[in-house]
């Protein structure tokens, strides 16, 4: 029988503000992946990075896990999320390796 252990997590009030982001930027090695979060306004020339966050390639796929378990009890509660309805959208994520400048290809997603 496994054993339950509680983390005590302590969240600051400057943090639990949070910051708006409405673009990602995720890049990765052989041993981490950082995903920038960034704000994209109108008026805006260029999108402001806010945050940045490294992480293992093993933390990052339990994060993947959880957000897809999230988005699915949301769904579930809330309805489907929809991606704009074919319109171009305001924020987004895409891997700087996959712009021509930075890599091979030139996709976004």
């Not at 409405?22 to 960034?38: P, T, V, Y």
């Amino acid at each position: 029988m496994e054993e339950k252990k509680e983390i005590g997590i302590e969240l600051r009030p400057d943090i639990g503000q949070g910051i708006y982001s409405n673009l990602a930027i995720i890049l990765h090695s052989h041993s981490e992946f950082m995903i920038d979060f960034a704000a994209m306004l109108p008026g805006m020339q260029k999108a402001v990075v806010n945050s940045r966050i490294i992480m293992t390639p093993e933390n990052a796929k339990n994060l993947l896990r959880a957000l897809q378990d999230n988005v699915q009890k949301f769904e579930a509660k809330f309805g489907p999320i929809e991606n704009g309805g074919g319109q171009k959208s305001q924020g987004g994520t895409f891997n700087l390796g996959d712009l021509t400048q930075f890599g091979n290809g030139g996709t976004k997603s």
